[in-house]
Each structure stands twice: as C-alpha cells, then as structure tokens.
C-alpha cells in the first residue's frame, strides 16, 4: 500500500522553499496578476504552473503550429515550426533550471510563452510591421508577446481586455528573452536583468535556434549546395563539431549537451562569487548572472556561421521577399479598405478604445490592424492573400 500522499500547491510550494536556491523565484509578488480573480477551483497548481498552462491552451501557442521559425510551413514536413521551437526552448531551460536549482515551473512557463507574438513567416514580417508603426512605438515581437498575454487573448471567466492574465514574474520573463531598447512596458522595469528564470530562457532561447536552425539549414540541402558551389568545404562543417569536442554523429544534440554542461558550470561559478541571497539581489545586479564557461568564443563562431550560410541563403531571402510581398499587400489592402477585416477585427478597428489603456503602447486602428496580421498563420496569410488578390479564388464556404 503507498504511503503517498497528494501533492498539491501548498505541498509543492513547500518542497520549493526547501530544494531551491535562495536566489530562485518561489512565487509571485502581491498584485502580480493585473485583475484579481476569484477563487474557484480547488488550488492544486501553484501560481506558475497556472500560468504555463493558460499559455499552453491559448489559441496563439496553437497558432505556432503553422508559422514559421525560419523555412516556411508548407517546405517540408520535417521543418520546425514557432510551436516545436518553443517546445525545444523550454525543454533546454527546464533542464537548465534544474540544474540550478531555481524554479523549473516559471522557467518552462516564460519559455512557453515567449514567441507568442510573433509574426507569420519569421523575422521579416517583424521588420515590415515594425516600419508601419513607428510613429506608434514599433512592433518587436518579445513586447508583442506581452501584449498577446495581457491585452488580446481572450480567456473565459475574465474581463475583456485581460488577456491571459498571468503573473507579472512571467510577464516580464517574455519581455526579456529579447533584449528589449524601448522600454515600452515601464512597470515590468525593462532596464533590470529579470529573473534567473528569465535569463534562463534568454539563453536557452539562443542555443535551441542556433543549433535547430543549423539543422533544418543542413536538411534543406544549403550547406551541401555551398559545398558543391566552392564556398564551403566537408572540413568547414566538421568544424563546428570539433570546436566544441562534440560527437557529430548525435548531431546538434552533442553540441547542445556541450554548451549546457558549460553553461551551469560557468554560472554556478559566477553565483559562488556573486553571493545572492535573494531574487531581489538577482535584479539589482547591472548584468546577467549566468555565464558560459569554456566555450563562448566557439558559441559565437558558430552563431556567426548559421547568420551567414543558413539566414543569408538565397533560400531564406525568396522566402523573406515572399513574405514581405503578402504582407505589405494586405496591409495596404487592409488600409484602403478595412470592411475587408473579419467581422470581430473590423469592430475593434473602428472602436480601438474598447481595449483598456495601460503602460505599453496604446492601441489605434492602425496597430489593430497590424496585431490581426501579426496573429495570422502562415498559411492563414496565404489564403486570405489568394481570396483577395486571386480573381478565380472563392471566398464563400459551403
């Protein structure tokens, strides 16, 4: 017979108190939550894992699905997507956090999180969206994120406006994996480091990417066309192994587990120096705590490698002019004629007052447009680019 007992929040929140480190985020401030929520269910989570799971069945994580991390959906099959490189990065962190003995929960929910505001087809639309609102504040996609958790989503039980309602500590993990110039959101204080959570995901952001997105560059068939072409040679992809002592018949793998292993050993050395005592004396610092140990310049040639060969490609540029091309002619269609716009988007449109006004950027009808074509899938983009634009294309289901 087991003599186990449940575990629910009070149990796990102590067992945090006793395994974590003084310096790890146990939970959440007072007032954290924008719109204080009524108790109604049976508290069997705690506050952070609440959060991941709101994130995890949010119809924007759905969306990740169908957009693109850097070769676009429709590719290939075996290409990863916004979804699968979220699902990677909080894999990666969730380990690292472990390893640290900080909060694996806030860590995996800020990783879940992060990319919630990006664009169909990647880093392009980023860029064009950003140039039609630059008298509005811009559009990054780390504070279009915040503001799919804060302000768009819509959850059941909550008020309009609301978003996600998640925890402030989560909030501001999202705002920070990118590191933010504007400094639009004043009360997640965007000129601290955040959490040790946060900088996790920082990180571990930028070796799932680097790393993943040398692999699909790889399987597309890039590397072996510059080979065939003379730019690069078999020895210049052994290379990026062999920097690191990494076995390249695991592939990425080998490189990641090197760079993780490396990661937790310089930051555990540089927390022994720092000497926290608490979350607060993580944010007071000037600087990020955690630290590669060994293989920072190889980390760095290698980053420099993948911008070159795999998002300089001529493959990567057709599909950035592609992308550009759909949206700036929806944009521009949009804008002329915004009776266009689904029902509920063209309402907002003419009404951008409906939606609460806090610190961030307010909300015009110009950035209600671009927050429809920031929400779009891929292939979402597509087909409303051929029902528009195509004279043959129907635009009547039945």
Same mark, same amino acid.
């Given at each position: ?116 505001g990006h664009t ?22 780390n504070q279009n ?54 900088q996790i995901v ?11 997105? @040398? ?5 597309? $068939?890039?590397?072996?066309? /510059?080979? !065939?072409?003379?730019?690069?040679? +078999?020895? #210049? &992809? ?20 090197? @760079? ?5 050993? $310089?930051?555990?050395?540089? /927390?022994? !120096?720092?000497?926290?005592?608490? +979350?607060? #004396? &993580? ?43 759909? &949206? ?71």
């Amino acid at each position: 017979m087991s003599h186990f007992k449940p575990k629910f929040r009070d149990e796990i929140e102590i067992d945090q108190r006793t395994l974590l480190a003084p310096y790890a985020v146990l939970s959440p401030k007072e007032g954290s939550r924008l719109y204080d929520e009524p108790v109604i269910n049976t508290p069997t989570r705690t506050e952070f894992q609440r959060d991941r799971d709101r994130i995890i069945h949010s119809k924007a994580f759905r969306r990740l699905m169908y957009k693109t991390q850097v070769f676009v959906n429709h590719e290939g099959d075996h290409f990863r997507t916004r979804l699968t490189h979220s699902l990677e990065v909080a894999q990666i962190a969730r380990g690292i956090a472990r390893s640290l003995h900080v909060n694996e929960d806030l860590t995996e929910a800020i990783a879940l999180g992060h990319d919630l505001g990006h664009t169909p087809f990647g880093h392009a639309v980023e860029s064009y969206l950003n140039d039609q609102l630059k008298n509005e504040g811009g559009f990054l996609h780390n504070q279009n994120s915040v503001r799919v958790v804060e302000l768009l989503e819509e959850k059941k039980g909550l008020p309009f406006g609301y978003g996600l309602n998640l925890t402030s500590e989560v909030r501001e993990g999202i705002l920070k994996h990118t590191k933010d110039t504007t400094k639009i959101y004043t009360s997640l204080e965007p000129e601290k480091p955040g959490s040790i959570e946060g900088q996790i995901v920082y990180f571990a952001d930028k070796i799932a990417y680097i790393t993943h997105d @040398l692999e699909d560059g790889i399987n597309s $068939g890039i590397l072996r066309d /510059l080979i !065939e072409s003379g730019l690069l040679t +078999p020895k #210049d &992809i052994d290379s990026l192994w062999d920097m690191f002592n990494a076995d390249q018949n695991w592939g990425v793998s080998s490189i990641i587990n090197k @760079l993780v292993v490396d990661l937790v050993e $310089g930051t555990i050395e540089h /927390l022994a !120096e720092l000497d926290p005592k608490s +979350p607060e #004396d &993580i944010r007071n610092l000037n600087h990020d705590v955690l630290r590669l140990k060994n293989y920072k310049t190889q980390y760095d040639t290698m980053k420099q490698f993948v911008e070159k060969y795999i998002y300089g490609s001529p493959l990567a540029e057709i599909m950035d002019s592609k992308a550009k091309r759909i &949206i700036n002619r929806l944009y521009r269609s949009f804008s002329q004629n915004p009776k266009q716009l689904p029902y509920d988007v063209y309402a907002k449109f003419c009404n951008p007052d409906i939606y609460p006004r806090r610190d961030g950027y307010y909300t015009t009808p110009n950035r209600i447009l671009c927050d429809f074509l920031a929400s779009m899938t891929d292939r979402y983009a597509i087909l409303m680019y051929s029902k528009i634009f195509t004279p043959t294309e129907r635009i009547i289901s039945v």
